[in-house]
């Protein structure tokens, strides 16, 4: 994928926000800050909503993007919004379970 080209797709809604991942696989540095940089914008405009992290489309990620996640949901919490993920294939789940974020996370 083109630098610059979005990594995620967002939907506003009343209440929630939805943030659609586009790609298959998120292995490298660079993908995973323009990922934090965008989520971090979402946050900011969604405030105390319901923000959804879709993951349909993703097959592999590395590690980092468990941090990312982490430090997403931590900064979501703080500004008294909601995080779920959902549509996690289920490789992807059984590292959630295998590292116990599924206590961490609503995952759907």
Same mark, same amino acid.
């Given at each position: 994928?083109?630098?610059?080209?979005?990594?995620?797709?967002?939907?506003?809604?009343?209440? =929630?926000?939805? &943030?659609? /991942?586009?790609?298959? $696989?998120?292995?490298?540095?660079?993908?995973? $800050?323009? #990922?934090?940089? &965008?989520?971090? &914008?979402?946050?900011? %405009?969604?405030?105390?909503? $319901? #923000?959804?992290?879709?993951?349909?489309?993703? %097959?592999?990620?590395? !590690?980092?993007?468990?941090?990312?996640?982490?430090?997403?949901?931590? %900064?979501?919490?703080? #500004? @008294? @919004? %909601? #995080?779920?993920? !959902?549509?996690? *294939? !289920?490789?992807?789940?059984?590292?959630?379970?295998?590292?116990?974020?599924? $206590? =961490? /996370? *609503?995952?759907?």
């Amino acid at each position: 994928m083109e630098q610059g080209q979005p990594r995620i797709e967002i939907e506003y809604g009343l209440d =929630v926000t939805f &943030a659609t /991942f586009t790609e298959e $696989k998120i292995l490298e540095e660079q993908q995973i $800050k323009e #990922l934090q940089d &965008a989520l971090d &914008a979402v946050i900011e %405009k969604n405030e105390n909503k $319901k #923000l959804i992290l879709n993951f349909v489309n993703v %097959k592999f990620m590395t !590690s980092a993007v468990l941090g990312l996640l982490v430090r997403v949901h931590k %900064k979501v919490i703080e #500004l @008294g @919004g %909601k #995080l779920q993920l !959902s549509n996690l *294939d !289920s490789n992807l789940r059984r590292v959630f379970e295998i590292t116990q974020l599924t $206590k =961490v /996370f *609503d995952i759907s």
